[in-house]
């Protein structure tokens, strides 16, 4: 069980972003792998926000952001226990956003491949990188600031009028060919 720091008071801004990428066959995948998954990606998503949600309540302009990953809507090879397990997280979001509206807001950004320590392990090799990169219609790999700067905006005031969305921030690869 995780533990979680307690908080006096409002919490205006909550962010779930822990990850996995477990990329096997479907065939080579244990039980094991997508309770794995699930349990960082969506339990342990579920088990911040119980643990918070007194003291969003407190707060006036409350707001969730959660993170999915692109492969949730663009079918990929490989990525059957992720994709579960972040399906998982986006049916969280419109769920919450809409049994917590209108006085906590729920979002969630959907990045693919990102540049960080979790995906070093595919980007180390540099055609491989370059592969990838080319993918997407950016031509270019995602950055932690890409979604960073997105999260940033959905936590602010400046977007009180979104709630309940999934927003790709993924180069263009869900919805573009």
Request: include cysteine; charged fraction near 20%.
């Amino acid at each position: 069980e995780p533990s979680f720091p307690e908080i006096e008071g409002a919490i205006d801004a909550l962010v779930y972003c822990p990850g996995s990428i477990n990329l096997k066959p479907f065939r080579g995948l244990k039980l094991a792998d997508f309770q794995h998954d699930l349990t960082i990606n969506y339990l342990g998503a579920v088990k911040t926000i119980k643990n918070y949600l007194p003291n969003l309540k407190e707060s006036e302009h409350a707001s969730i952001t959660l993170f999915s990953t692109v492969a949730v809507q663009k079918g990929m090879h490989f990525h059957s226990s992720i994709a579960g397990a972040k399906g998982a997280v986006e049916g969280l979001t419109v769920s919450l956003a809409a049994e917590l509206a209108p006085s906590i807001r729920v979002n969630c950004i959907a990045p693919s491949l990102t540049k960080s320590k979790i995906s070093n392990f595919i980007l180390k090799n540099e055609k491989m990188a370059e592969s990838i990169a080319k993918m997407h219609p950016l031509k270019r790999l995602g950055e932690g600031s890409d979604s960073s700067s997105v999260a940033n905006f959905l936590l602010s005031d400046n977007s009180s009028w979104i709630t309940g969305q999934i927003l790709g921030v993924d180069g263009g690869r869900s919805s573009l060919t």
